[in-house]
């Protein structure tokens, strides 16, 4: 299988650092195994939150013997530069956003589709499944397995000068998007200019004009400060692209088959406990945002819906796409 060229770019001076810095990221010491966890978010996300719960419940079921140290924003590197330390198996976990595994697996471009979900219960029977199951071990032969999926809620757009009724208000406008073909198709063909940028680096380019909006979930909105930039949230809700918890396949093969299962059992729990929490946020979030001064609003989603046809158009003809989509829209 060939991977994408770009994901074995040469590591920066930092990441090489890190190599060096979490040469032994599974270690043993007096009888615990020690993992380590890097990712993107802030720590009041409901995103690492679940993954503090995970940690906790890991130390429990294990009797001590298993522990996770968390480093969130972006501490250990960008989503990117984590994926590149866990197939080396110098970073043990990480947290990425299903559209960043595009460049591994070209199969995760699916969820990338606009409305692809009838509704809430069908997007979870999806992930929760066997399609969802065949997605997260298709992993392993690009030296990472997933674990379970998170909920990262639905993208709406929001921008900082002018509001988001229709796609053709996108027009003349650049909107960040991540490194994800689909996304960038998507801002496109809905009538937008799609600019990659890192979440990072976002907040400036908002507050100095690199881009005019953004995409992405009320939390993440929240609690990045963009709502201090962009005064304008459109909940247009057109994809659903989850987080996905992922493991080095070179940590999880030293694992004992007992630790590998009590690592997977606290990971499905902090799942289930992270979806409590993403309710919560989004309601919270919504609230705060508002009260902030953010003019939020709820704009057609049918306009939205007919503008992105020719994208399941085109992949309904793609041979890894196709098959995949087809299963998605004919499960109960």
Same mark, same amino acid.
């Given at each position: 299988m060939i991977m994408n060229a770009n994901i074995f770019q040469p590591l920066n001076v930092i990441s090489i650092f890190l190599i060096t810095l979490l040469s032994v990221s599974?270690?043993?010491e007096s009888d615990v195994t020690t993992i380590k966890l890097g990712h993107g978010l802030d720590p009041n996300h409901p995103v690492h939150k679940g993954m503090e719960f995970m940690a906790d419940r890991l130390y429990e079921i294990s009797g001590g013997s298993m522990h996770i140290d968390i480093y969130p924003s972006e501490q250990l590197g960008t989503e990117r530069e984590c994926l590149e330390l866990l197939q080396i198996g110098s970073l043990a976990m990480t947290k990425v956003s299903s559209a960043v595994l595009e460049g591994f697996a070209p199969q995760f471009r699916v969820f990338g589709l606009p409305y692809?979900?009838?509704?809430?219960?069908?997007?979870?029977? %999806?992930?929760?499944?066997?399609?969802?199951?065949e997605l997260l071990l298709s992993l392993e032969s690009f030296r990472i397995r997933g674990l379970c999926f998170y909920d990262a809620g639905?993208?709406?757009?929001?921008?900082?000068?002018?509001?988001?009724?229709?796609p053709d208000d996108l027009s003349g406008l650049k909107i960040r998007v991540q490194e994800s073909p689909m996304a960038i198709q998507m801002v496109n063909i809905m009538g937008g200019a799609a600019t990659p940028v890192s979440w990072g680096e976002l907040y400036t380019a908002l507050q100095q004009g690199v881009v005019d909006g953004a995409e992405n979930n009320p939390p993440s909105f929240y609690t990045s400060y963009h709502f201090e930039v962009a005064r304008y949230f459109s909940i247009n809700q057109h994809t659903a692209v989850p987080d996905v918890l992922v493991i080095s396949k070179h940590v999880w093969d030293h694992l004992t088959p007992q630790e590998q299962g009590w690592l997977q059992q606290a990971a499905d729990e902090s799942a289930a406990y992270q979806r409590e929490l993403w309710r919560e946020s989004t309601e919270a979030s919504l609230r705060a945002v508002m009260e902030a001064g %953010?003019?939020?609003?709820?704009?057609?989603?049918?306009?939205?819906?007919?503008?992105?046809?020719?994208?399941?158009?085109?992949?309904?003809?793609?041979?890894?796409?196709?098959?995949?989509?087809?299963?998605?829209?004919?499960?109960?």
């Open positions: 599974c270690a043993i692809l979900f009838r509704d809430d219960e069908h997007r979870w029977n %999806v992930k929760e499944g066997p399609i969802g199951q639905y993208r709406s757009f929001y921008t900082v000068n002018r509001p988001i009724r229709t %953010v003019e939020v609003m709820y704009p057609e989603r049918e306009p939205f819906y007919e503008r992105v046809q020719p994208l399941y158009d085109r992949f309904r003809t793609d041979p890894r796409i196709g098959p995949l989509l087809e299963k998605i829209t004919e499960l109960e």
